[in-house]
């Protein structure tokens, strides 16, 4: 009996050895769990963490565009914008009307000095929820950039008539009317050298004759 009872005990340590020393393998979960758990883990700041969940959520619902959008907005967190964009893309192929994917879209174009493509993504977010003082906002801030200022100066507008108390469109709109004032003034700065130019020219011109 005493030899069963070490035989035992042997193998009862062999198991929990084993139990501790081998990796502990997660039971699948559905694509609703996974896509929580990647949520939870952006809101922990764990994007990178949270991008293998949405990956995860994604193999099992593909067309899961919120899943698609998470997904960008964590690369957006790494700083990883073309990334983010790529993932947008595919949320607005499947909820073309997705006005999230348009903004933020609009938003990491600005920040990579795309301000066409930032441009037409913020016409998009206009266009969806055109009563939104961010889509405006950001709409005037392509133009802006893109030096189309008497259109910057309409966009910011519009952004205020909605919201007279967003700063940073009263901040755009002064400094795009500022930058247009310089625009009209600088062709004035060079008129003088210019026809000095000109009559400098035709001297030459005549008295070459």
Do not use: H
Not at 3 to 32: E, H, K, M, N, Q
Not at 165 to 189: D, G, H, M, S, W
Request: with cysteine; hydrophobic share 40%.
């Amino acid at each position: 009996m005493q030899i069963f009872s070490r035989i035992g005990l042997f193998y009862g340590i062999i198991l929990i050895v084993c139990c501790i020393s081998s990796p502990v393998i997660a039971a699948d979960l559905t694509a609703d769990e996974y896509y929580n758990q990647g949520t939870n883990l952006v809101n922990l700041g764990k994007y990178n963490e949270a991008i293998s969940s949405f990956d995860n959520a994604l193999r099992i619902k593909p067309n899961d565009y919120e899943a698609w959008y998470n997904r960008g907005m964590a690369y957006a967190k790494l700083v990883q914008y073309n990334d983010a964009i790529a993932s947008f893309d595919k949320a607005l192929q499947i909820k073309p009307d997705y006005y999230g994917g348009w903004y933020n879209r609009g938003t990491l174009y600005v920040k990579l000095g795309q301000y066409n493509d930032a441009l037409i993504s913020y016409d998009k977010a206009v266009k969806i929820e055109p009563e939104n003082p961010d889509a405006w906002g950001g709409l005037g801030t392509a133009y802006l950039n893109l030096g189309r200022y008497d259109e910057a100066v309409a966009s910011f507008d519009k952004a205020l008539k909605i919201n007279p108390n967003t700063l940073l469109a009263q901040k755009n709109r002064e400094l795009a009317l500022k930058l247009k004032t310089q625009t009209l003034k600088a062709p004035l700065i060079y008129a003088p050298f210019g026809a000095i130019a000109i009559m400098v020219a035709l001297f030459v011109w005549q008295r070459s004759r």
